[in-house]
């Protein structure tokens, strides 16, 4: 990549950046007003009405919302629901799905379970009746106010296909879950012998197929790296600028070297997170079939995530009494932070998950 086309991609990031910040002014935006703005379909193909652009320009977008703390399913519709309809194999009605989420009529949502890296997968099994949906996922991001779901599933010969579903079909149950973060909508879901039509069964592209939730968890763990570096660097500035001001003893409490080092460990956090963050960004752009995607994914999970908790919480402590209070709203940060490093894996179970791949690469030697 060549020096000019790098800085017209990071003035277009800037850009959209700014936007983001500006439409995110409200951290309850209106979802007709992402839709307006073109947020769903930024990574769609502009034959089925999206913008044409890349992953890299919705993790701009996912940042910005971390920033905020907004509310809303746009990263569960962004990371989940058009990363699993680009890689399903064309058919009319996936299509239709793809064009309506771009525009944003319709809120898609992947039934992927967000706690741990586990999957409990849905199964489909042949009846007399017909194909029946069998299986169940815990904290589903999103699921509460889902227009459709997208349950990743194993048919009867063991391959991991995409099922389209009505929220409100017979036999499924979508129960919210009460969380600590108070700007995320959870919910569990529960299929009992849900009727499969053929039209509604999609199999994933190859080359897709064989690690289609792998690939699914990988990217959905990005993106919520994404929202925690974002939120870090929120707690970062309202940290900065409140110690520039509060004054004690006749000094503003930024002249404090313990002060001032507290800050300085907050801001080689966010550097080493948004490197981390950018990394894992490109991976998933580039090579998100291999094995590099993953790791890369797994290490901006658990710093960018296990960090945010630490930098939402020096900053409460920074900012004294008032931190602790509901009206501050950094608790908001906090208890999003602390979301953020429990979905789609814990720091320690990606830190694990690092180790098996680099013990597997360079075993360890004894004596060595």
Same mark, same amino acid.
């Given at each position: 990549?060549?020096?000019?086309?790098?800085?017209?991609?990071?003035?277009?990031?800037?850009?959209?950046?700014?936007?983001?910040?500006?439409?995110?002014?409200?951290?309850?935006?209106?979802?007709?007003?992402?839709?307006?703005?073109?947020?769903?379909?930024?990574?769609?193909?502009?034959?089925?009405?999206?913008?044409?652009?890349?992953?890299?320009?919705?993790?701009?977008?996912?940042?910005?919302?971390?920033?905020?703390?907004?509310?809303?399913?746009?990263?569960?519709?962004?990371?989940?629901?058009?990363?699993?309809?680009?890689?399903?194999?064309?058919?009319?009605?996936?299509?239709?799905?793809?064009?309506?989420?771009?525009?944003? #009529?319709?809120?898609?949502?992947?039934?992927?379970?967000?706690?741990?890296?586990?999957?409990?997968?849905?199964?489909?099994?042949?009846?007399?009746?017909?194909?029946?949906?069998?299986?169940?996922?815990?904290?589903?991001?999103?699921?509460?106010?889902?227009?459709?779901?997208?349950?990743?599933?194993?048919?009867?010969?063991?391959?991991?296909?995409?099922?389209?579903?009505?929220?409100?079909?017979?036999?499924?149950?979508?129960?919210?879950?009460?969380?600590?973060?108070?700007?995320?909508?959870?919910?569990?879901?529960?299929?009992?012998?849900?009727?499969?039509?053929?039209?509604?069964?999609?199999?994933?592209?190859?080359?897709?197929?064989?690690?289609?939730?792998?690939?699914?968890?990988?990217?959905?763990?990005?993106?919520?790296?994404?929202?925690?570096?974002?939120?870090?660097?929120?707690?970062?500035?309202?940290?900065?600028?409140?110690?520039?001001?509060?004054?004690?003893?006749?000094?503003?409490?930024? #002249?404090?070297?313990?002060?001032?080092?507290?800050?300085?460990?907050?801001?080689?956090?966010?550097?080493?997170?948004?490197?981390?963050?950018?990394?894992?960004?490109?991976?998933?752009?580039?090579?998100?079939?291999?094995?590099?995607?993953?790791?890369?994914?797994?290490?901006?999970?658990?710093?960018?995530?296990?960090?945010?908790?630490?930098?939402?919480?020096?900053?409460?402590?920074?900012?004294?009494?008032?931190?602790?209070?509901?009206? #501050?709203?950094?608790?908001?940060?906090?208890?999003?932070?602390?979301?953020?490093?429990?979905?789609?894996?814990?720091?320690?179970?990606?830190?694990?998950?690092?180790?098996?791949?680099?013990?597997?690469?360079?075993?360890?030697?004894?004596?060595?």
């Amino acid at each position: 990549m060549n020096s000019n086309h790098t800085d017209d991609l990071a003035e277009l990031h800037a850009e959209v950046a700014a936007v983001a910040r500006e439409l995110l002014a409200d951290s309850a935006p209106r979802w007709a007003t992402i839709a307006q703005a073109g947020w769903p379909g930024l990574e769609v193909s502009a034959a089925f009405d999206g913008a044409d652009a890349g992953f890299a320009e919705v993790a701009v977008v996912l940042t910005e919302i971390g920033r905020a703390a907004a509310s809303g399913p746009y990263p569960a519709v962004a990371a989940l629901a058009v990363g699993a309809l680009d890689h399903a194999v064309p058919t009319p009605d996936r299509d239709r799905l793809l064009r309506e989420t771009a525009v944003g #009529s319709v809120v898609p949502i992947v039934a992927l379970a967000a706690e741990g890296m586990e999957e409990k997968l849905f199964r489909i099994e042949d009846s007399p009746r017909g194909p029946l949906l069998r299986g169940a996922a815990d904290f589903v991001l999103d699921a509460p106010g889902a227009g459709r779901l997208l349950v990743p599933a194993v048919d009867p010969a063991g391959e991991v296909v995409l099922v389209d579903l009505d929220p409100h079909a017979r036999g499924l149950l979508v129960t919210e879950r009460p969380v600590l973060d108070a700007t995320r909508r959870l919910g569990d879901i529960v299929a009992e012998d849900v009727a499969v039509s053929p039209e509604s069964l999609w199999h994933f592209e190859d080359g897709y197929r064989c690690d289609a939730l792998g690939r699914l968890r990988d990217r959905a763990a990005v993106a919520v790296a994404c929202d925690s570096l974002g939120l870090s660097r929120a707690m970062l500035d309202a940290t900065v600028a409140h110690v520039a001001v509060r004054e004690q003893f006749g000094r503003a409490i930024g #002249s404090f070297q313990a002060v001032k080092h507290a800050c300085a460990d907050m801001l080689v956090q966010v550097t080493v997170a948004a490197k981390l963050v950018d990394a894992a960004v490109r991976a998933q752009t580039v090579c998100a079939s291999g094995a590099d995607a993953a790791t890369s994914a797994s290490m901006a999970k658990s710093y960018a995530c296990a960090t945010a908790v630490d930098i939402a919480g020096k900053a409460m402590q920074l900012h004294g009494g008032m931190g602790y209070t509901w009206e #501050s709203g950094i608790h908001v940060y906090l208890k999003r932070a602390a979301l953020n490093r429990s979905l789609f894996g814990s720091p320690a179970q990606h830190r694990a998950r690092l180790a098996r791949r680099y013990s597997v690469q360079t075993p360890h030697r004894w004596g060595a």
